[in-house]
């Protein structure tokens, strides 16, 4: 029993550990995270820049502004039967932020929207995602967005942000 008690705690920290990174202020959404790396700031920068995930891209002041380009769900990569329709059915984009410290760096993407495919928002339009997923008094999130979507995206945002290090030999 005691380690069936563990267990769960363990897992259920795991599970909210991933959701903090979804913070609402002010009835805005804003998701953030803090990476590690071996790589430069230059290298970090370097990544982004070619990665193609942005329209546009300047460096000021030691940080990246970018504008995300419209980016689908993986559906076959959630790993989560039953994707909601809204998930399927549009796209993501939105400002993102690179700061820097010592072997990190940080994303914070703000601004973010939903871009519709022509099914349930038009082909192109932009919604904010708040419109979807907060309540309308702005103070919480709408029950539905915590089932499944919260996941989602943050699995999402995270594996776009993520840069692999590169793998050392082991002689």
Known sequence: ???????????????LK??????LTSGEVTWEKVYETEKSK?????????????????????????????????IDRTGIAGVPTILRKTDFAGKILIRFKDNKYRVTYTEIVLVGHGDLIKKGERQPFELHYVNKDGKDYRKYFVKKPRTIYNNHFNELFTIAEAKKDKW
């Open 42 to 74: 230059e290298d970090v920068i370097a990544h982004f820049e070619k990665s193609k995930l942005f329209k546009l891209f300047k460096i000021e002041d030691g940080k990246v502004f970018a504008t995300l380009k419209p980016q689908p769900i993986d």
């Open 18 to 23: 991933a959701q903090e990174n979804f913070h």
């Open 1 to 15: 029993m005691k380690h069936l008690l563990i267990a769960f705690a363990l897992i259920t920290s795991i599970s």
